[in-house]
């Protein structure tokens, strides 16, 4: 994705807020990476790809990638555009991008309720390496359990 990507996004049937596209943007400026999936020229999907240290925003995880590490984030495929399998190809594009970039290691969280995503995710070799728990409350976040597991070397 490039900054020049953004108008794509500008269309009915993806209905992102320009408050998104502000965000996007300024990821864009500070160096990070992503990718777009296309189908027929449109925009179906996004994908973020990082190796630097990260907040993940929906959770309040710090992500601190090692030198040989990268992680993986805030992918999605728009409504009308799912039950086409975009999201694999999308995934699998960010994860040779990372590989390419020296990574052994690549880091992904999903939520337990996206069965689909947890389901691509382990189809292409992920393994589970912890479990978070939390809760939010009155624009509180709370952070209930987190439990490491280890991933082994895959």
Not at 16 to 36: C, H, P, Q, V, Y
């Amino acid at each position: 994705m490039e900054q020049r990507d953004l108008e794509r996004f500008r269309v009915p049937e993806v209905l992102i807020t320009e408050r998104r596209l502000a965000d996007f943007a300024a990821r864009l400026e500070s160096g990070r990476a992503a990718g777009i999936a296309l189908l027929d020229d449109r925009v179906c999907g996004y994908g973020w790809l990082s190796r630097q240290p990260e907040l993940d925003a929906t959770c309040g995880i710090a992500i601190s990638p090692a030198e040989d590490e990268g992680y993986i984030y805030d992918g999605f495929i728009f409504s009308s555009y799912r039950s086409r399998r975009l999201y694999e190809p999308l995934l699998l594009w960010r994860i040779d991008r990372l590989r390419k970039q020296g990574c052994r290691k690549v880091y992904s969280i999903v939520f337990s309720d996206n069965a689909r995503a947890l389901s691509v995710h382990r189809q292409i070799g992920f393994k589970a390496c912890g479990q978070i728990s939390f809760m939010k409350a009155l624009g509180f976040r709370f952070l209930r359990k987190y439990v490491a597991t280890d991933p082994g070397s895959s």
